[in-house]
């Protein structure tokens, strides 16, 4: 049984596959000091709790916080007893190109969504991925990973404004019902909200333009489907992308040895 893990910079998601399926998932906050220890038990009582009497052996893992990679090796080894597949190191292959620049080093979350992407949406894509930065992966007609775009996410966004404008007030990330407040929370609502659907139009208007050819463009992230509500620009939403795309790479790594 395998157990996927990929490590946000705000949320850790664990999700359990038998090899056709997940059969459950289950996220906490990001906390680097958090132990082995306290991982275990937290993920045993959450399986006994939905009824799942499985036995790990093999682990997955995508981490954007190198911090947190220790303790889930510590996890996998003492109470798994197995040593974990991390993207992005040397011995976790890939089963795409990546083509960017000599010494780059590529988010471990943005290789994981480009293999799913390529997988269920084939190439020429941009994926969208609204988490604490929005970024914009670019996908070649091959699957190759070639580039994109990182900007401030929305949550990031609101938090820099309150933090630094006193009498700005923290919000929750809504659709407005009309572009134009009438009050301060209906106002900054209706520019976050709307100023990254100009964000996300605009970009990707602008890889397509620089790409000229057509681009899908494929939405990940909790937030994706409220922003979808603002702009016909996404074709498909994915909010399971990255766990697919970790799976994607474990099987791929195992048919290599």
Request: hydrophobic share 40%; aromatic share 8%.
């Amino acid at each position: 049984m395998l157990l996927a893990i990929d490590v946000g910079n705000t949320n850790t998601v664990f999700a359990v596959h038998d090899g056709t399926r997940f059969l459950g998932e289950w996220r906490c906050s990001t906390y680097a000091a958090r132990t082995a220890d306290q991982y275990y038990v937290w993920l045993r009582q959450l399986m006994e709790f939905n009824g799942l009497d499985v036995t790990i052996d093999e682990v997955v893992i995508s981490s954007v916080v190198p911090q947190v990679v220790f303790n889930l090796r510590v996890l996998s080894d003492r109470y798994y007893h197995c040593r974990p597949l991390v993207v992005g190191k040397p011995d976790c292959a890939l089963p795409v190109d990546v083509r960017v620049d000599a010494g780059t080093t590529v988010g471990a979350d943005r290789l994981v969504n480009t293999v799913a992407g390529f997988d269920k949406f084939g190439g020429d894509l941009v994926i969208v991925d609204f988490g604490t930065a929005t970024t914009f992966d670019v996908v070649d007609d091959d699957g190759a990973y070639i580039g994109g775009v990182i900007s401030p996410g929305v949550n990031l966004s609101i938090r820099a404004l309150h933090e630094a404008a006193a009498a700005l007030p923290n919000i929750d990330v809504t659709k407005p019902d009309r572009v134009v407040g009438t009050n301060t929370v209906a106002c900054m609502q209706s520019g976050v909200f709307w100023g990254y659907v100009g964000l996300v139009e605009g970009i990707c208007r602008q890889i397509r333009g620089e790409r000229d050819r057509p681009m899908k463009v494929i939405a990940t992230g909790g937030l994706s489907t409220l922003f979808n509500q603002g702009t016909e620009v996404i074709d498909h939403i994915d909010t399971e992308l990255t766990m697919h795309g970790l799976v994607l790479i474990y099987e791929h790594n195992r048919k290599q040895d």
